[in-house]
T-cell receptor, first 118, second 115 residues
């Protein structure tokens, strides 16, 4: 029973390139969340998606960042024209749809993608 | 905007000592979750507390949710080197609207337990 799968684990990009981070939720989970973590800091919410829908993107920077969760395939977090300040660990989490289950059982996180912009 | 203040930020203790980590907020949360994160890995859920005043025990770890559901604490008894890691609290907003899926995390507590 695979957990949340993120790839790649490590990604190095030059300034100005595009970064694509992928996340496959746990089996049976229809909700996906992306968080960003800077060194020695807690996680900051970026975006919450359901299949083919962005539910809450209040934590996404206004420019260069986008996310999708298509009907088929993994969720993608895309960062265009990366800058050094984008270097961070990006975590994806998934949960079931039921609010009660979320409240009681929390979220399952992937191992993250560590993005380094050089 | 909901904020969670977690303290202390760093904790370095000897094996066998007890410790408490605190999470405080002026906001009410529907639930409060505690995670532990190892270097290079994602957070792993330790416990979720839902009811005000709730206390949950996980072996040597005791978690408490404040009566008003605004704060929480994690107490570790007789700490061991294997407890070393980053501990994160996270609050889920009161149910309603679309924000219920959005966790607010504390800054984390880096715990080091020396043999």
């Amino acid at each position: 029973n695979a957990g949340v799968m993120q790839n790649p684990r490590h990604l190095v990009r030059r300034r100005g390139q595009e970064a694509r981070l992928r996340c496959s939720p746990m089996k049976g989970h229809s909700h996906v969340y992306w968080y960003r973590q800077l060194p020695e800091e807690g996680l900051k919410f970026m975006v919450y998606l359901q299949k083919e829908n962005i539910i809450d993107e209040s934590g996404m920077p206004k420019e260069r960042f986008s996310a999708e969760f298509p009907k088929e395939g993994p969720s993608i977090l895309r960062i265009q024209q990366v800058v050094r300040g984008d270097s961070a660990a990006y975590f994806c989490a998934s949960s079931p749809a039921n609010r009660g289950l979320i409240a009681n059982y929390g979220y399952t996180f992937g191992s993250g993608t560590r993005l380094t912009v050089v | 905007t909901q904020l969670l203040e977690q303290s202390p930020q760093f904790l370095s203790i000897q094996e066998g000592e007890n410790l408490t980590v605190y999470c405080n907020s002026s906001s009410v949360f529907s639930s409060l979750q505690w995670y532990r994160q190892e270097p290079g890995e994602g957070p792993v859920l330790l416990v979720t507390v839902v009811t005000g005043g709730e206390v949950k025990k996980l072996k040597r770890l005791t978690f408490q949710f404040g009566d008003a559901r605004k704060d929480s604490s994690l107490h570790i008894t007789a700490a061991q080197p294997g407890d070393t890691g980053l501990y994160l609290c996270a609050g889920a907003p009161d149910a309603g609207g679309t924000s219920y899926g959005k966790l607010t995390f504390g800054q984390g507590t880096i715990l080091t337990v020396h043999p």
